[in-house]
C-alpha cells in the first residue's frame, strides 16, 4: 500500500508516461549518431533534465562535453547556448546589459535590454571554476531563482531552464573553486571517463569521415515542461524516502554516519537535506524514464553517486590517504 500524500498521476500523466518510454528509446538511438558510449552519463544527463536540476559535468577536454549537451539540446528541439569562462567575464556578459538606442526617426534616446547567453534553454557554462565568483554567483542566481535583474528589471528566462556547468579536473592553478554551498545547488556531478579502446577507434572512425548524422525531434520544449510536472507526480512510498534520507545522513559524522568510525575519520561536513531532495526526485524521473509508476530503493541507489560525490567535505586526513568521495559513497551504498 503507497502511503504517499502526492498527488497521483492522472490519465494523460499515464499517457504522457508510456509515450517517454518509447521516447527514451529513441533518444538514446539519435544519440548514439553522434556520441559513442557514455550511456550512463547520457542516462544521468536525461535524469537531471527532467527533474529540473542542474547539473555539473567533470571531465578532461576532448570528451565530447559540448557535443553530448548539443545534441540533447537538438533532439529535444531546445535552445542551446555555451559561454566559455574566463577570468575577464562579467556578469553582465552573462545576463545581459541595456544600450542606449536611437530612435531614428524622432532622435529620441532610450535603453534596450540586450539578453546574453543564459537566455536559453539549455546552457553550458564551460569552466564555471575560471571565473571571478561575482561572475559565478550571477549565473547561480539565475540558475536558482530563473530570472535576471538588470537595472533594476527583472527578465523572466524562458522554461525548461537547464544549466551544465564543466570542471576540468587538471590545470587548477589561477582557478576559483566553487565553494561548498554554491556546489550543493547543483543536483548531479556527473564524471566523464576516457572511452574504452574499441569506442575510441569508432569515434576516430566516424569522426574522420565525411558522414554527417542527421539528428530527428524526439521532444520538444512542451513535451519537457509537462514530463518535469509529471516526475513529482509519480508516487515514493514512505520506506523509499526514508531510504533516501537514511543514505544522506550516513554521509554525516553527526548524523547516522556518527556511529561508523571511517566516516567520523575522513568526511568533515557530509550532506545536507538538498541531497535527499535530489536522491527521491532523481529517482522518480529514473522511474519515469524507464516507464515505471512505482519508485524503487534501486531507483534511489543508481542516483546516489552523482547526487552525493561533490557533497562530502573530506579531511585533510581523506587527502592524505587518498581516500576519494567516490570510494566512500561506494562504501556507505555497500552497507547500507
Not at 504522457?16 to 550512463?40: F, Y
Not at 574522420?208 to 519537457?224: G, R, W, Y
Not at 567516490?326 to 547500507?336: D, F, G, H, S, W
Request: proline share 6%; with cysteine; aromatic share 6%.
Amino acid at each position: 500500500m503507497n502511503d504517499s500524500s502526492e498527488t497521483q498521476p492522472d490519465r494523460s500523466d499515464m499517457e504522457l508516461i508510456e509515450r517517454l518510454r518509447d521516447a527514451r528509446k529513441k533518444m538514446v538511438g539519435e544519440m548514439g549518431k553522434v556520441i559513442v558510449g557514455q550511456r550512463t552519463v547520457i542516462d544521468d544527463l536525461l535524469t537531471a533534465l527532467f527533474c529540473g536540476g542542474h547539473s555539473l559535468m567533470i571531465g578532461v577536454p576532448g570528451l565530447a562535453k559540448t557535443l553530448m549537451v548539443r545534441t540533447i539540446a537538438n533532439i529535444l528541439d531546445l535552445t542551446f547556448n555555451r559561454i566559455q569562462f574566463t577570468p575577464d567575464l562579467m556578469p553582465s556578459d552573462v545576463t545581459g546589459s541595456e544600450i542606449v538606442q536611437e530612435d531614428s526617426g524622432t532622435g529620441r534616446r532610450d535603453f534596450r535590454f540586450v539578453p546574453g547567453p543564459i537566455f536559453a534553454n539549455i546552457v553550458l557554462a564551460d569552466e564555471i571554476n575560471r571565473t571571478p565568483p561575482k561572475t559565478q554567483a550571477a549565473l547561480l542566481q539565475a540558475m536558482e531563482e530563473h530570472r535576471v535583474t538588470v537595472s533594476g528589471k527583472t527578465y523572466v528566462l524562458e522554461e525548461p531552464f537547464f544549466v551544465l556547468a564543466t570542471q576540468n579536473p587538471i590545470e587548477q592553478e589561477g582557478t576559483y573553486p566553487l565553494p561548498e554551498a554554491q556546489l550543493d545547488r547543483f543536483m548531479f556531478d556527473i564524471n566523464i571517463d576516457y572511452p574504452s579502446i574499441p569506442e575510441e577507434i569508432e569515434i576516430v572512425q566516424t569522426t574522420t569521415s565525411a558522414h554527417e548524422p542527421v539528428l530527428e525531434h524526439v521532444l520538444n520544449a512542451k513535451d519537457v515542461i509537462a514530463l518535469r510536472q509529471t516526475v513529482r507526480k509519480i508516487p515514493a512510498s514512505t520506506p523509499v524516502v526514508e531510504y533516501a534520507v537514511r543514505l544522506v545522513s550516513a554521509t554525516r559524522p553527526s548524523g547516522l554516519g556518527g556511529k561508523v568510525e571511517w566516516v567520523k575519520k575522513y568526511i568533515r561536513w557530509g550532506a545536507g537535506p538538498r541531497a535527499s531532495q535530489a536522491l527521491v526526485l532523481a529517482a522518480k524521473a529514473r522511474c519515469l524514464l524507464d516507464g515505471r509508476f512505482a519508485v524503487s530503493e534501486e531507483d534511489v541507489r543508481s542516483s546516489a553517486l552523482p547526487v552525493l560525490r561533490h557533497r562530502l567535505v573530506l579531511n585533510f586526513q581523506a587527502e592524505a590517504e587518498g581516500v576519494t568521495s567516490e570510494k566512500l559513497v561506494a562504501q556507505i551504498l555497500e552497507e547500507a
